[in-house]
């Protein structure tokens, strides 16, 4: 995710700066909310194959290919030893017919776990060779249902999660004292916004980009999300998806529908992200010293296993 604050011009319309980013004016705050993860959302290829009951990625929040490269995936790819329905596809790239994967699959790849703060499994989508891809993402769904906070491991460091119209998740945060920083709210698609924000044409298209910038957009008049979001601002700070995992999130919350359909449609469930104004190293949740400073904050772990 490109992390970016968002500011109107007078008009309303959004600029790119000298990088070539699109600024807007209330951009700089929400720069900092969240860890740049520096990567685009998975491509529609790779949202296919988790969405589709039929293929060996289906809900597998690794999924990846040569074109969006999943840097949770990528980052384990020389620890990863194929698998033969891993290699026979890799074989077969030359083939303009077979889709081009460069990604692990659920057998090869790596895998996530959900876990207490004393490093006790709640639920694994692996157990050796016994596949369970889906448990780690429907549990850590029933916990933050319930006012869970979970703390999830992201290649930039650790997201702190909770549901983001749950004001007392948020306040149990706040207390928490890692983060005294406006929060941003993560939703399946724009349509899930509608009611809460109101974007202009220019921050709509540039939500909707694959970089996944975070915007701080004008609340609406009517908005129902708790204010503690954001004390005392007028704006939220929006993103959608950045990464395989949180798209499951909001499938598992779809009832895990087969295809794509429901990601044009509004979805109930709302996000709130927070980073810890600690520097928290990547995987954090295996470092015992950051994971005893989250665990004030966080009822559980969502990390990454390897294979
Ligand atoms: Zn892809
Ligand atoms: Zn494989």
């Not at 070539?20 to 900092?32: C, H, I, K, Q």
């Not at 909770?162 to 007392?168: F, P, Y």
């Not at 924000?197 to 975070?214: D, G």
């Not at 989250?294 to 969502?302: E, G, N, T, W």
Request: hydrophobic share 40%; glycine share 6%.
């Amino acid at each position: 995710m490109q992390a970016v604050a968002a500011k109107a011009t007078s008009s309303g319309a959004l600029t790119p700066d000298s990088a070539g980013r699109t600024e807007n004016p209330l951009a700089s705050r929400a720069s900092s909310l969240l860890p740049g993860d520096a990567k685009p959302a998975p491509c529609a290829a790779c949202l296919e194959r988790m969405f589709d009951p039929a293929d060996c990625c289906w809900q597998y929040a690794f999924t990846s290919c040569r074109h969006c490269k999943n840097p949770s995936a990528d980052s384990r790819q020389q620890l990863i030893q194929p698998c033969s329905a891993c290699l026979r596809t890799a074989a077969r790239q030359d083939d303009s017919r077979v889709p081009s994967s460069d990604g692990p699959c659920p057998r090869c790849g790596p895998h996530l776990d959900l876990q207490l703060g004393n490093g006790a499994s709640i639920a694994c989508d692996r157990h050796g060779d016994e596949l369970h891809t889906g448990y780690a993402i429907a549990a850590s769904l029933a916990l933050l249902r319930n006012g869970a906070i979970i703390a999830i491991e992201s290649e930039s460091g650790v997201h702190l999660c909770c549901d983001a119209r749950n004001a007392v998740a948020i306040t149990r945060l706040r207390a928490a004292g890692l983060n005294s920083r406006p929060m941003a709210v993560m939703a399946a698609n724009l349509a899930s916004l509608a009611g809460e924000l109101m974007p202009n044409a220019s921050e709509s298209e540039y939500l909707q980009s694959r970089t996944r910038p975070v915007l701080a957009l004008q609340r609406h008049p009517q908005a129902t999300l708790p204010a503690s979001l954001a004390p005392g601002e007028e704006v939220l700070a929006v993103t959608l998806p950045f990464s395989a995992l949180y798209y499951l999130l909001f499938h598992a919350s779809a009832d895990a529908p087969s295809g794509i359909a429901w990601l044009a449609q509004p979805q109930a469930l709302l996000l709130a992200l927070s980073t810890t104004d600690q520097e928290a190293p990547p995987a954090a949740s295996g470092n015992s010293k950051a994971r005893s400073t989250l665990a004030r904050a966080a009822d559980a772990f969502l990390i990454y296993g390897d294979s």
